[in-house]
């Protein structure tokens, strides 16, 4: 995989991010809105990271993708893709606490969904996330998903106040 953008690169991940990955896990919005992919040390982001590559070869899913900040070839996080029942794929997406506010979130979500859509041969994707992540809320509006339900659900196995929303490849990502 290889999406430029103005500021971006999204790519493959290789091994040697494993540190990246791990420091980009611990601030305090991952912890609170994705706990599951907060990392202990270094050892156990290198296992997620080659689990992570060795699902290149499929389509299957996870897909997940970092994001590097060309000005600086620093990794800031990560976008994917993720299957969350039969043709149904759910987009994520998390930047690092010192690059937030800065629009790399969207930025990368609007170059990966029509690729990823076109590589899996999809025409939705889902965006799911927890109805008080604002940021969150506001990205996936800001890549033209359109609200489908907010309220009680299920949320990484628990019962919580989600925010469900809905892209479609033949949208006009972002304009209203």
Not at 61 to 82: E, T
Not at 105 to 127: H, M, Q, S
Not at 135 to 152: P, R
Request: aromatic share 10%.
């Amino acid at each position: 995989m290889k999406i430029e953008t103005e500021r971006l690169l999204i790519t493959d991940f290789t091994p040697d991010m494993a540190q990246a990955v791990f420091e980009n896990s611990l601030d305090e919005d991952n912890r609170r809105f994705v706990p599951d992919e907060v990392y202990e040390n270094v050892d156990e982001a290198r296992q997620t990271l080659a689990f992570l590559i060795s699902q290149y070869e499929r389509t299957d899913g996870p897909l997940v993708y970092p994001i590097i900040r060309k000005q600086d070839g620093s990794n800031i996080g990560y976008v994917q893709i993720v299957p969350i029942g039969y043709r149904k794929w759910e987009i994520g997406y998390h930047i690092a606490k010192d690059c937030t506010g800065n629009g790399y979130a969207t930025e990368a979500v609007k170059a990966f969904l029509p690729v990823i859509a076109n590589t899996l041969g999809i025409k939705e994707v889902y965006g799911i996330c927890l109805s008080d992540n604002m940021t969150s809320k506001k990205v996936l509006d800001n890549c033209g998903f359109e609200m489908l339900f907010e309220g009680i659900g299920d949320y990484q196995g628990e019962k919580r106040k989600i925010y469900r929303s809905i892209w479609k490849q033949n949208c006009n990502m972002g304009v209203k």
